[in-house]
């Protein structure tokens, strides 16, 4: 219709013109060539009325990790530079208005990298600079040539009256279900400081006032609730009678048990990569919902299925049974099949107060591998056995009322017991899929949940004029007496140090962080509930020590009462209680100084604990019955320099304490002395109890600049320090430089 009627007026405008003298047809065609263009200009169709449609953005990031005082551990990490790039393709197709095609590219490019030899096909051995061969150690420890960094699949939307559906398939699909089958929750905030890799497209202004005048707790793209899957994915979004449901079927890359690499066994989310190199099927992932929404106007009930079943024969390989075979007390080789099946109800009651619940059992279905008579390991398919275990309970209650005018406030009671157990809910705090062991984690319950564990989480979070505040506590306590093993992670330094090492990888979690090193130089770790002679079973492994996560640093260990204790890998068990209580505030200081530009101060300090009886507040490791404490504070000024151009700075300090933490000390005996040299007997070890007092510290400064219309420069300034009080072998000292530049189109 554009066009016909631009035509028409083309032809009218050209026939008025030739029915004038020769001279005054020029004089008038002269005139309108303005005119001329911008009816052909409208000929054109619009963005909208594209049959197909092209956006995205590109990025090109420097990243610079100096340790100016190094620990022996990262003596293979002392300066490292990487930059590279990303390219990020939406493209959309709608041959009518009833379908819309749809795929997500994504490119990354590594511009410095570095070489390995043969190794880069066995990714769990350190590599060396032999030959050439390139690798991307910034983007993924396995050494493909290109990886997919967020988004490579491709789907199609189908709509049509009072049905409408969509079906996406390939290597990330990001997806939620109830809280208790598929979501994610995390509530520690995210500060402006932390620019992160997916920002959505938005002025540095708004990024500023999002983040500095209320940070991201939960929901957004920082905190979204989504898990990530490869697979096929089919979300019907309208049905009659207002019902919609969802479908998953996924074989993920952390699914496979009996890798060949060793490295997906660790299990984990690899989130970016989570179809890459898995399409052997060894273990698939299942996953229904239907709901009904508009009950009572505002309410749905929704019933969920998550299901995650392993190959059986993947008792019978090598790598598999034999990684089992090393630790006795283990027993046989077993595959863990789970079953999860959840009721839940979210929407408003009234309109002040939204409430969302979910109750559900989980199943686990062990196959077990069975040796024949002579207690050989046997290939026969059939020589396995299988039981199902008891059906465990979980619950989850959230409800937020505004019923006290500014003053929002949010309770969240938790009920899971031991061995309820569902890989990709909100109880798996670690994200990694498949990890079942008996640990307890600094601040569960407070940000997030695992197994074994009830309590209550309060949150008050008003705001007023130029400013907010939001205060938090949390008590949780376990269910069921567990290990004494405490796992916690580093919430100030410990994704830029995670970044910096060797080891570093944001897809594959749960790599020891210096095992990347090609040295025998480790670590000084606090032991865990497993000795270093007797590693055994990859997936149970608890040595004690640094493990990478997610965009996280994590560390491990075994609270000992005593030297026995230690010696002898007792480890003692208690019913833990775990406390957490913060407080965030920010204020807007511009007018201050006369200008209406904003000046945000925000800070933000929170004291944890893990005690075997009920504390308050945990103050001190030297509280009764304490087994670790922890302080995180930080300040974080920021400054709108123009409308364009932000500033932020970061000062931030925090610190883990406990007094019932070993190490082993590593001696070596001299027998004799030949020619002026010593020769030595094997090596031999001894305990020796090195409490945990580690402080950490850091200090920047960075911007944030629109420079372009959508396209924008964001730089960080770190210096950072570790301080080991008992062990001063761990201490460092870092710079951390990052620069990205990010172009929407």
Known sequence: MRKTVSSLLLASSLGAAWALPPQLQLDSLHASLDTLSGNMESTLLGKDDLPLA???????????????????????????????????????????????LFTNLMFP????????????????????????????????????????????????????GVFGAYVTAGGVIWANA???????????????????????????????????????????????????????????????????????????????????????????????LEMSGGYDFRG??????????????????????????????????????????????????TLLNTHVATVDVKGNVTPKLYLMADVGVSITDSTVFVPDSTGAYISNKEGYRSS????????????????????????????????????????????FPGWRKDETYLNAGALRYSPNLAGINFKLEPSFNRGYFDFQYAQHRQIDPSQDVVMFNYRLNGRNIWEGTNSWTKHKPLFVADSGNNTTLTYRNRIGAVDEASMGTKMYRQRGGLYGGTWEMWESFAAYENGSQAGHNQVPMHAKWSSYLSFMGGYDIGHWFGTDRNIMMTGYFAL??????????????????????????????????????????????????????????????????????????????????????????????????????????????????????????????????????????
């Open 284 to 333: 698939t992932v299942l996953h229904g919902r239907i709901a009904k929404e508009k009950i009572a106007d505002n309410l749905t009930v929704g019933v969920n299925y998550m299901g995650v079943t392993y190959d059986k024969a993947t008792l019978y390989e090598p790598e598999f049974k034999e990684d089992w075979t090393k630790r006795n007390d283990f027993g046989y080789p």
């Open 178 to 272: 109830s809280p208790l089958t598929m979501w994610e929750r995390e509530t520690n905030p995210r500060f402006v400081w932390q620019y992160e890799l997916f920002e959505d497209e938005k002025t540095v202004s708004t990024y500023y006032k999002e983040k500095a005048f209320k940070p991201v707790k939960e929901g957004g793209r920082a905190f979204w609730t989504n898990r990530s899957f490869g697979g096929v994915f089919a979300n019907i979004y309208q049905l009659p009678y207002d019902m919609k449901a969802q479908f998953l079927v996924s074989q993920p890359v952390d699914a496979d048990m009996g890798t060949r690499d060793g490295l997906r066994m660790y299990g984990g989310q690899p989130g970016e």
């Open 608 to 745: 944890s604990g893990i005690s075997t009886s009920f504390a308050p507040i945990a103050v001190s490791e030297k509280q009764s019955n304490m087994l670790m404490t922890s302080f995180y504070g930080q300040f974080e000024p920021t400054i709108a320099v123009t409308p364009t151009l932000h500033m932020v700075g970061i000062l931030g300090f925090e610190t883990f304490r406990s007094d019932k933490a070993y190490v082993l000390e590593k001696i070596k005996k001299d027998i004799s002395k030949q020619n002026g040299t010593y020769t030595y007997e094997v090596d031999s070890y001894w305990l020796k109890k090195a409490p945990i007092n580690y402080k950490d510290f850091a200090i920047g400064l960075g911007f944030d600049w629109d420079f372009s219309d959508r396209v924008g420069l964001h730089f960080r300034y770190k210096f950072m320090t570790h301080s080991d009080e008992t062990v001063p072998d761990n201490d460092w000292h870092s710079h951390y430089i990052a620069a990205e530049t990010k172009a929407w189109f």
């Open 109 to 160: 490019f590594d511009l410095s990298g570095i070489y390995t030899n043969y190794l880069a096909k066995n990714p769990t051995q350190s590599p060396s600079n032999a030959n050439n061969e390139r690798v991307l150690f910034d983007h993924s420890t396995d050494y493909y040539a290109s990886t997919i960094n967020e988004e490579m699949n491709a789907g199609v939307d189908i709509r049509a």
């Open 54 to 100: 092209v956006s995205g953005y590109m990025a090109f990031r420097l990243k610079n990790f100096q340790y100016s005082e190094p620990s022996p551990w990262v003596k293979d990490d002392r300066a490292r530079t990487s930059v590279d790039a990303i390219l990020n393709v939406n493209v959309v197709a709608m041959p009518n208005s009833y379908i819309t």
């Open 388 to 431: 199902m275990a008891d059906p465990k309970v979980g619950l989850y209650i959230k409800a937020q009322s505004k019923y006290v005018e500014g003053w929002p406030m949010t309770a969240e009671v938790v009920f899971f017991q031991p061995g309820f157990y569902s890989p990709y809910s909100l109880t798996n705090p670690s994200r």
